[in-house]
């Protein structure tokens, strides 16, 4: 009497083997004393799942990063004799003493 396939871990492992040995899974079966009927019920099922075997046995490892924070834009608007600057929380220091002294000069 030959052997049944136990789980979908013994089936999957007869299945690569029967691969490795590049036979037909029937083949394989006889000549290892596997039922040949369960690890083809086996192979037709797993088939239809849709998952691979790689996909199964083989986990992929996904790098996770943590996004920046949201953060709201702040807006400043500086108003000198008239005139109006609008500046956002990343401005640069030296532009705006340039824009300031370029503004009194007119």
């Known amino acids: ?3 049944k396939i136990k789980d979908e871990r013994d089936a999957r492992a ?10 037909s ?3 394989w079966a006889r000549e290892n004393g596997i039922d040949g009927r369960s690890l083809n019920a086996w192979r ?4 239809r799942s849709g ?5 199964v046995s083989k986990p992929r490892l996904v ?3 943590p996004a920046a924070p949201a953060r709201a834009e702040a807006r400043y ?3 000198i004799a008239g005139v109006e600057v609008e500046l956002a929380d990343d401005f640069c220091e030296e532009t705006l003493v340039r824009l300031v002294r370029a503004l009194r000069a007119c």
């Open 25 to 27: 899974v029937r083949e």
């Open 77 to 79: 608007v500086v108003r």
């Open 44 to 47: 037709i099922n797993l088939s």
């Open 1 to 3: 009497m030959r052997r």
């Open 63 to 65: 790098e996770l990063v």
């Open 14 to 23: 007869c299945l690569k083997a029967a691969r490795s040995a590049r036979v």
């Open 51 to 55: 998952a691979s075997e790689e996909a």
